[in-house]
């Protein structure tokens, strides 16, 4: 519901129906689902918010997700959270905090989403999470102040990693100089991407009782393969490149989520070989042993 039009609702769905989980338990993952979220949300213009569109469902999504993954959690399990749009990671971060444990946020995505409403004119809360995790100024209170603390992560607590300085906005670069955010850019994970996620590793496990690991799939260059929202073209990551590193930093034994966002169905081949391509890709880098 924060997303900028139609088409992620059905990422889940696609990911499912290339039998993910079948897959993950062949590879020698074991697979516990939890089931599907309450109903699909289907992206829609909101006239009466123009600037924060869909903010009470993209709320409710991201309480409903903190709820289920506070659940798996508690019960041994390490929750595989697929959205939807970016804001979902939210719910995940909230469902994890009550653990007690210091968590650490590494932000695989090609934007640092560090937007607010009055910063952006299209009013699409999809890149204003990492925003609303922090409690920046100008974020809104609903969705900044919704889980068991405010803010929900310090500027210490997140790691941008393969964010593309070109397609960072004004506000975004202010926000990662004044906060003096850690990351690696993308031009760098390009160049070398295991070395790159064993970096953010090092400087993370350090700090960290445990790690989330969040996976936007535009830092894919949709030339590449055709998975994201985002229709970013030469730019960004090579699908495997984006996989190699993704592996990487799942081997990490203080792993506590990984939470994959942005797919959206529409945009890759009918045949659903872009869809079996990210499964495929997602299989290998979770079944990478630690």
Not at 23 to 43: F, I, N, P, Q, Y
Not at 176 to 184: A, D, F
Not at 233 to 250: D, K, S, V
Not at 260 to 275: L, Y
């Amino acid at each position: 519901m924060g997303a900028f039009a139609p088409g992620q609702e059905k990422g889940p769905r696609a990911l499912r129906n290339t039998d993910l989980l079948g897959r993950l338990s062949r590879a020698g993952v074991e697979v516990t689902d939890h089931g599907d979220g309450g109903g699909v949300r289907r992206w829609r213009p909101d006239k009466g918010n123009r600037h924060a569109q869909n903010l009470p469902a993209v709320v409710e999504v991201a309480r409903e997700t903190a709820g289920r993954v506070r659940e798996a959690h508690a019960v041994g399990h390490l929750p595989l959270v697929i959205g939807g749009d970016c804001t979902v990671e939210l719910g995940t971060v909230a469902g994890l905090l009550p653990s007690g444990e210091r968590l650490g946020l590494i932000y695989f995505d090609v934007h640092p989403d560090l937007n607010v409403p009055d910063s952006v004119g299209e009013g699409a809360l999809d890149w204003m999470g990492v925003a609303h995790m922090l409690g920046t100024e100008g974020a809104t209170e609903p969705l900044s102040r919704f889980g068991p603390r405010f803010p929900l992560l310090t500027d210490g607590d997140v790691f941008l990693f393969s964010y593309g300085p070109e397609q960072a906005t004004v506000r975004e670069h202010e926000e990662i100089h004044r906060r003096g955010l850690k990351g690696i850019p993308v031009g760098e994970v390009a160049a070398d991407p295991e070395g790159a996620a064993t970096r953010a590793l090092a400087e993370m496990e350090t700090h960290f009782d445990r790690l989330l690991v969040h996976f936007d799939v535009d830092t894919v260059d949709f030339t590449d393969l055709p998975l994201s929202e985002n229709t970013g073209r030469n730019e960004g990551l090579p699908f495997e490149a984006a996989i190699r590193a993704l592996g990487t930093l799942l081997e990490s034994e203080r792993l506590a989520a990984l939470t994959v966002t942005e797919f959206n169905p529409d945009h890759g081949e009918e045949d659903g070989s872009t869809a079996e391509a990210l499964a495929d890709g997602l299989t290998r880098a979770l079944s990478r042993p630690p």
